[in-house]
């Protein structure tokens, strides 16, 4: 049973480029968070998606940062005209749908952004 | 918004002693905090949670207490083993979905 996955693993971008990040959830989970972790420090909560719908972006920058999680497909984290302060590691995690088990959330490997 | 504080930062035991990890969170009304594991280059990893309704929990060489009233809850590795060498998050949950986590705490296991 695959776990999350995100790509790339690795990216590299120059300033004022786009960076699109890309989450698969755990088979049978439909609710994906993303998550950022500046180095040296924890992970702070960016948005949360359901297949189609946008829950909660009260994490993200307002604007260059925006996330979709189609009906078919991956979540996707874009990124416009990144800028150095850009620069992180970005997780993804997904939960199942139903009862209690509903708050356990299960990371991906993340996807570590380098602007240059 | 839920503010969790962790400590120690760094923490190095002698493989076969025990460890320890202290977490304090905000809000009240926080019911679930889980406990994170992560390796150099990668991610996170879920090794023990616990829910408001438990005040201990245990999973092998590993257990968490919660103290409600206190708002305080902490991580206990018996027998420590150098692959337990990683960074460990807190984390709490005052809603059903948004995780706060702590800063990390770096735990140096030595042969």
């Known amino acids: 049973n695959a776990g999350v996955m995100q790509n790339p693993r690795h990216l590299v971008r120059r300033r004022g480029q786009e960076a699109r990040l890309r989450c698969s959830p755990m088979?049978?989970?439909?609710?994906v968070y993303w998550y950022r972790q500046l180095p040296e420090e924890g992970l702070k909560f960016m948005v949360y998606?359901?297949?189609?719908?946008?829950?909660?972006e009260s994490g993200m920058p307002k604007e260059r940062f925006s996330a979709e999680f189609p009906k078919e497909g991956p979540s996707i984290l874009r990124i416009q005209q990144v800028v150095r302060g850009d620069s992180a590691a970005y997780f993804c995690?997904?939960?199942?749908?139903?009862?209690?088990?509903?708050?356990?959330?299960?990371f991906g490997p993340g996807t570590r952004l380098t602007v240059t | 918004g839920e503010n969790v504080e962790q400590h120690p930062s760094t923490l190095s035991v002698q493989e076969g002693d025990s460890a320890v990890i202290k977490c304090t969170y905000s809000?009240?009304?926080?019911?679930?905090f889980p406990w994170y594991k992560q390796e150099l280059g990668k991610g996170p990893q879920l090794i023990i949670d616990?829910?408001?309704?438990?005040g201990e929990k245990k999973d092998q060489r590993i257990a968490v207490t919660l103290n409600k009233t206190a708002k305080h809850f902490s991580l206990h590795i018996t027998e420590t083993q150098p692959e337990d060498s990683a960074v460990y998050f807190c984390?709490?949950?005052?809603?059903?979905?948004?995780?706060?986590f702590g800063a990390g705490t770096t735990v140096t296991v030595r042969a």
């Open positions: 616990i829910r408001s309704n438990v």
């Open positions: 809000d009240s009304a926080s019911n679930y």
């Open positions: 088979k049978g989970h439909s609710h």
């Open positions: 995690a997904s939960s199942a749908t139903s009862g209690t088990v509903a708050h356990e959330q299960y």
């Open positions: 984390a709490a949950m005052p809603n059903d979905y948004k995780l706060s």
């Open positions: 998606l359901q297949k189609e719908n946008i829950i909660d």
